[in-house]
């Protein structure tokens, strides 16, 4: 009678084998998190922002993105208070992956820019669902906006802590 081998894997010690399960675990703990619906992201996709009838709704998030540039245009400003920003994409652990800036002088209260922004954030979330995409999960907070040179602009993030911890 002969006896199947055994697989390649149980040569090698137990505390090698060891990571490999706890990824798998990690692996299977994040995927239940996501089939069970992360807090705050269990909605539909938002509906598209009113516009021009010449731009169709985006159903990617470059396309999301391309819209939000074109209507931000070139933030415009005349003084800092015209200046504001705005998330944008989706980090895998949640939260946005950055902030673009725009001008309340050409934008006006921001509606259309904020609605254009929510969609690009939902389909990014949904892409990074899709995809399985990590992150390193750090907290993008928001730089505020400045105007500068007759432009609105993310203001430079203050540097704290060592350098190789930014």
Known sequence: ?????????SA??????RPALRSLASQALIAAW????????GHALPPPPPGPASAPAATDSRQA????????GEARCSEPAQCRTVAVGHKACGGPSGYLAWSSAHNGDGAR??????????????????????????MVTDPGAQC????????AAPRTGSPGLQ
């Open 34 to 41: 996501i089939v069970a619906g992360l807090p705050g992201c």
């Open 65 to 72: 993105w391309e819209q939000l540039r074109a209507e931000i």
């Open 148 to 155: 500068q040179a007759g432009r609105c602009v993310l203001q």
């Open 1 to 9: 009678m002969k006896h199947a081998r055994p697989h390649p894997s």
């Open 113 to 138: 820019v904020q609605a254009l922004a929510e969609r690009h954030r939902e389909l990014s979330r949904q892409e990074v669902l899709r995809s399985g995409q990590l992150s390193n999960c750090a």
């Open 12 to 17: 090698l010690p137990s505390a090698r084998r």
